[in-house]
């Protein structure tokens, strides 16, 4: 069992930037794919990035290119997404995920653990 709670959600003016962080428990972190995701109202989940198990690969929607970067501790089990230039589009509840079975990409439906989500809203 992975637990995940992220932090660092909050209200942002356009233009700002904000440093999610999500915590999972045990000790096989290190083995994990660990994705990003959120979902505003209304709208189904989307994907945002993810970063390879030792952290040396990761990959962006394009709404995140370029603004988005994500980066992982293995040491302190901890995954971030740092956010640049937020936009209003970009409010949304984030999630992290967590893929055991080392699965690198997009589909929701292949990360099996997932925090509880941090609110971010972006004012115009």
């Known amino acids: 069992q992975v637990q995940l709670v992220e932090s660092g959600g909050g209200l942002v003016q356009a233009g700002g930037s904000l440093r999610l962080s999500c915590v999972a428990s045990?000790?096989?972190?290190?083995?994990?794919?660990m994705g990003w995701f959120r979902q505003a109202p209304g709208k189904e989940r989307e994907f945002v990035g993810v970063?390879?198990?030792?952290?040396?690969?990761?990959s962006y929607a394009d709404s995140a290119k370029g603004r988005f970067t994500i980066s992982r501790d293995n040491a302190k089990n901890t995954v971030y997404l740092q956010m640049n230039s937020l936009k209003p589009e970009d409010t949304a509840v984030y999630y992290c995920?967590?893929?055991?079975?080392?699965?690198?990409?997009?589909?929701?439906?292949?990360?099996?653990?997932w925090g509880q989500g941090t609110q971010v809203t972006v004012s115009s």
């Open positions: 995920a967590a893929a055991v079975s080392g699965y690198y990409g997009a589909r929701w439906q292949e990360y099996g653990y």
């Open positions: 045990g000790r096989a972190f290190s083995t994990y794919t």
């Open positions: 970063i390879s198990r030792a952290g040396g690969t990761t």
